[in-house]
């Protein structure tokens, strides 16, 4: 993205800075905008970092999702994770590797504009709790906005995440035959999972930004280093919450695969004795590492550009009328 001279003199966020020199009724009118905007490019974001990875999540979800009798008891590697899809192209061809991805993008893209949409919310909210309006939260309030973004998310998206990864058939012969409870299976680790991921992992990523702004006094870090921010960010959020990311797909899944996974201790127990802590809670984290930053990186920055390019054109649109 182009800077001007001024965007190196301006410690404010460009947005920031706009509407400040924006008459009343149009600052009024685009602020308007803020929610629908972050839900539109949240929901962006979330599709095309999904669709870039989407080969790498497909392995993962294989190796993480193996019981301890399959041939994947060792630590995955990520060769040997690049070995499974290059088979798969083989067989299957290029468009292999997205299979399913158009199913996914149902449940990514109402839970990634949830997410960016209440953590803005969250942000303007706190922000003025706390005498920061307009400006970068401190330390705990950054924490707690990024953790309660991710909480709103999983909890209005958790039964169409459910319905929409499970094949009909057996979605509604878990119905009838243990109840519609059983669909619920993974709840909890679930938001317990994201509490510190998305927290961490917002929390990072805006830290890196607040950081950069204060060194450089560039309000605007470029898509690159937008994309860097989001690695570290998305490396250091999944590897702390990865082992209940690996619980919470054994409870859901246990319906299917006939366990006995009950409890969020009862099932990291099992896993720990059965597997091993590396083995079992950590398997696949590999492949994490080689994703997650990825993943996380794009969405970031696609949505701050995007993000920063509708507010450009519903000002322009103000100007011109």
């Not at 619920?184 to 990072?204: C, D, E, K, M």
């Amino acid at each position: 993205m182009a800077h001007t001279l001024s965007d190196h003199q301006n410690p404010l966020p460009v947005a920031q800075a706009t509407v400040l020199a924006l008459p009343p009724t149009s600052q009024t009118q685009v602020s308007r905008w803020t929610a629908l905007d972050s839900l539109l490019c949240g929901a962006f974001a979330g599709a095309v970092a999904k669709t870039v990875i989407a080969p790498l999540d497909r392995t993962k979800i294989i190796f993480q999702g193996a019981l301890i009798s399959s041939l994947t008891q060792h630590i995955i590697y990520p060769q040997e994770a690049f070995r499974l899809i290059y088979c798969t192209y083989m067989k299957d061809g290029l468009l292999g590797l997205w299979r399913g991805n158009s199913a996914t993008m149902v449940r990514v893209m109402p839970y990634a504009a949830i997410q960016f949409c209440s953590h803005e919310q969250y942000k303007k909210h706190l922000g003025g709790y706390y005498g920061y309006q307009g400006k970068a939260l401190p330390p705990v309030p950054r924490l707690l906005a990024g953790s309660l973004a991710g909480t709103t998310a999983a909890m209005m998206a958790v039964t169409a995440k459910e319905m929409y990864s499970n094949i009909m058939h057996v979605f509604v012969r878990i119905s009838q035959e243990e109840g519609v409870r059983t669909l619920y299976r993974g709840f909890t680790p679930t938001i317990l999972g994201v509490i510190p991921y998305a927290g961490i992992t917002f929390f990072t990523y805006e830290t890196l930004k607040k950081l950069h702004t204060e060194k450089t006094k560039r309000s605007h870090p470029y898509p690159y280093e937008r994309l860097a921010f989001g690695a570290c960010a998305g490396l250091i959020g999944q590897s702390a919450s990865y082992p209940l990311d690996v619980v919470r797909r054994r409870m859901q899944t246990a319906g299917v695969t006939g366990s006995s996974y009950v409890t969020v201790l009862g099932t990291m127990r099992e896993i720990i004795t059965r597997e091993g802590v590396v083995h079992g809670l950590y398997k696949g984290l590999s492949m994490n590492w080689v994703k997650g930053p990825i993943a996380v990186g794009i969405s970031f920055t696609t949505f701050d550009i995007t993000h920063s390019l509708l507010f450009k054109l519903h000002q322009m649109s103000y100007f011109t009328h």
